[in-house]
């Protein structure tokens, strides 16, 4: 069985405050874009974890779609299966991509062996991998608060019809250092208000917290971000805490190819 994870954007990402758990609540727009890794699952004599694409750094055991599978094994007693993993999505990237295969080896063990569970268990056990695995259960456009497992489905109506361009330069950003150099904001503009607004009044508006001081260690993402906009783009912005910018445009540009470093990474969301 084949399944294909894909990624997500955050329009806009607040930080208001770390948490008794260690964690930080935060807001955030998450959007699902096309870009997919590739996932196959088969049942086989033993238990054995592959990838293949993009190289991962990182052990078996740490991977999410391995731990994912153990976390149902546990519970439910799975047989063993051959899983692959064909990497796509950049990591350490901004763009979801460990959480969406950690999310996606919950459905398809699921679907495999039948265990009949709704959305909401999948969700809490995702939860038990990441705070952003729970939204690659739901995968429609959803406002997230609390840890980012708060989810809350929306309608975008000022994307119908837009263009998505990502921009990737191959730079991994640690989550953690990001969090580590942010100070976290008590006020801020409520995100479902804003995303109802026109595309063309986002921009100053809707934030990404960790843009100043992620685009102060790495100026060449403000330049990035320039640049769509030069290029077009009605908003433009960064995903997480980096280093994917993207941009929404009604149209494309014709040479959008040639307006990068050709070491970067181009992505149709």
């Given amino acids: 069985m084949i399944v294909f994870p894909n990624a997500k954007i955050n329009l806009g990402l607040q930080v208001s405050a770390k948490r008794p758990d260690g964690f930080h609540n935060i807001a955030s727009i998450l959007y699902p874009i096309a870009c997919s890794d590739v996932l196959e699952a088969v049942r086989s004599d033993h238990f054995s974890f592959s990838s293949s694409g993009l190289p991962i750094d990182a052990s078996a055991e740490n991977n ?4 994912a599978y153990f976390l149902l094994q546990k519970e439910f007693d799975l047989p063993p299966v051959s899983i692959h993993l064909h990497k796509i999505i950049p990591m350490g990237a901004g763009l ?17 062996f039948q265990l009949r569970l709704n959305d909401e268990a999948l969700r809490r056990y995702a939860l038990d991998l990441g705070s952003d695995c729970p939204f690659f259960i739901l995968n429609k456009p959803a406002y997230a608060t609390g840890r980012g497992e708060i989810l809350e489905p929306l309608e975008i109506p000022a994307l119908k019809g837009k263009k998505i361009l990502l921009v990737n330069p191959g730079l991994h950003i640690s989550t953690g250092w990001a969090f580590g150099q942010l100070a976290p904001q008590k006020e801020h503009r409520k995100l479902p208000e804003l995303i109802l607004e026109p595309l063309n009044e986002w921009k100053g508006k809707l934030q990404n917290d960790f843009e100043p001081v992620v685009f102060k260690s790495y100026p060449q993402l403000r330049e990035i971000q320039e640049t769509l906009y030069n290029s077009g783009a009605i908003f433009a912005g960064m995903t997480g805490t980096g280093s994917t910018l993207f941009g ?15 070491r970067y990474r181009l992505i149709l969301g």
């Fill in 96 to 112: 979801g991509g460990g959480s969406g295969d950690g999310a996606f080896t919950l459905m398809l063990m699921n679907q495999l």
């Fill in 64 to 67: 999410l779609c391995y731990k």
């Fill in 248 to 262: 929404i445009f009604d149209q494309l540009p014709g040479n959008y190819e040639s307006l990068f470093d050709p």
